[in-house]
């Protein structure tokens, strides 16, 4: 009687602690998968500043100008038509007021004024096309690689909006042109911490105050690829925005060489021998790009490449360390598998010739880029969501889409993010696309100089 008493309790308390765990791994799942569907962000627009018309500068006035100015050699003039002549920009990139006076005398009010109007106009466009309130928005996030100024830009869009006291900024500066991409990483990591909130990124440049009218050749380069330009983009983490929202960030990979001595120093801004600032750029970038690119996009190849490609890879490079006899060629991976619409940052005709040529990827997929460099120039870390804008203008994004964005600037530094299309993009839905009045008119046929520019290139084995 005893021991039947006992087993009777002892299989009710089994039960009984069965069922409390059953409960518990229960309310542990559904608090993970709150939590995951929580920490989804969402990209719920963005908004690109187009400059008005009379600030367009082509490549013949720019010489006018510059030859005008009599700030520089014949040397060196002839050296920047010849840059001129093979990068790929077009007649319709904007420049800032400054550029077409006489004398560059840029002041601190100026600078701030292209500043405003660039970052202004941008976020305007974006709270009226999402229609999100001011004090809903948590995190602030600017990136402008030179300006720099006091109270900071965050703080100069706060007064502005009036967004709350509450309110996470962060000014990031200094960072190149990848600055943006490290933007959208940042913000993904504040957003796994602050729940039910949006994010605004900002990218922009400043070109009032650093155009270069020295005698040294090798800081002649960014007067002439650099144009005016500005994007404000909106991030939130509220799962009721799933159905509301363009895209979907799926993967943000950020690599950073700058412990190296010949990739930190490929990009500098200094003064030249008599005093004057510039940005250096040296013959180690394309070196130092290479290094830093190619352990990005393999760390990348790992989260979107279709398990085909990744066994085919690793089969080859297994066989080519155990077979070092044999004439194994490297398996370059076919990233067109896993990307539909690629928009790397547009450094210019070199960089986007030897992506493509490195990457594999059609004349169709370079596109956007190709486009935004002639139409809008190297506007820096916010050239990414001019490409964006194309492709949505064309009316090219489907419900479904892998997009690509990868930029790389000094430091040196590269970043990809992948984003997945949450549904397929009317053409005609965004007024405010800075494409939408002129891209019946694109793509443009680009004629190429008979004396090319180096092609900058990737090693095809992409470790």
């Not at 005893?2 to 765990?21: D, G, K, Q, W």
């Not at 038509?81 to 601190?108: H, Q, W």
């Not at 492709?391 to 970043?415: L, M, N, P, T, Y």
């Not at 405010?432 to 046929?445: A, C, H, L, R, Y």
Request: aromatic share 10%.
């Amino acid at each position: 009687m005893y021991n039947s008493h006992t087993t009777i309790m002892f299989l009710t308390l089994s039960n009984t602690i069965i069922m409390f765990l059953a409960l518990l791994s229960l309310i542990c799942l559904l608090i993970i998968i709150t939590k995951k569907a929580s920490c989804k962000v969402y990209l719920i627009n963005f908004a690109c500043y187009k400059p008005p018309n009379s600030l367009q500068c082509s490549k013949e006035l720019s010489m006018k100008l510059a030859r005008q100015s009599g700030y520089f050699s014949e040397d060196l003039l002839e050296f920047m038509k010849k840059i001129y002549e093979r990068n790929g920009i077009g007649d319709s990139a904007y420049v800032t007021e400054k550029c077409f006076g006489l004398i560059y005398d840029p002041s601190m009010k100026d600078a701030r004024m292209e500043i405003e109007t660039n970052i202004f106009s941008a976020v305007d466009m974006l709270l009226a096309k999402t229609g999100v309130r001011c004090d809903d928005i948590g995190i602030l996030i600017v990136n402008c690689c030179i300006y720099n100024t006091m109270p900071s830009v965050c703080s100069m869009i706060v007064n502005r909006y009036k967004f709350r006291e509450s309110i996470i900024t962060y000014s990031l500066v200094g960072m190149g042109c990848s600055a943006g991409l490290g933007a959208i990483g940042l913000a993904k990591h504040l957003l796994q911490v602050n729940q039910n909130t949006y994010a605004l990124i900002v990218s922009t440049e400043s070109l009032t105050e650093n155009f270069y009218i020295g005698k040294d050749r090798s800081k002649i380069l960014p007067n002439c690829m650099f144009r005016v330009g500005g994007a404000a983009i909106l991030l939130s983490n509220r799962p009721s925005d799933h159905n509301n929202s363009k895209y979907q960030l799926l993967h943000a990979v950020h690599t950073n060489t700058s412990s190296s001595d010949r990739s930190y120093n490929c990009i500098q801004r200094e003064e030249d021998n008599v005093g004057m600032i510039g940005i250096t750029v040296t013959k180690d970038l394309v070196a130092s790009a290479i290094a830093t690119i190619k352990p990005n996009i393999a760390a990348l190849g790992g989260k979107i490449l279709p398990i085909k490609e990744q066994l085919l890879y690793i089969i080859t490079y297994i066989a080519r360390k155990l077979l070092p006899s044999v004439n194994i060629q490297p398996y370059q991976p076919n990233y067109c598998n896993a990307i539909d619409h690629f928009l790397p940052h547009v450094g210019g005709k070199m960089v986007l010739d030897g992506l493509q040529k490195s990457l594999g990827f059609s004349n169709i997929a370079m596109e956007a880029s190709r486009m935004t460099l002639y139409r809008y120039g190297n506007t820096s870390s916010s050239s990414i969501w001019y490409e964006l804008a194309y492709v949505e203008a064309k009316g090219r994004v489907k419900k479904g889409d892998q997009v690509w964005h990868i930029a790389f600037g000094s430091g040196f530094k590269c970043s990809s993010v992948i984003w997945r299309a949450m549904k397929t993009l009317d053409a005609n839905d965004d007024d405010n696309n800075p494409w939408m009045d002129e891209i019946s008119g694109f793509p443009v046929t680009l004629t190429d100089c008979d004396e090319q520019m180096p092609v900058y290139s990737l090693p095809s084995e992409v470790d």
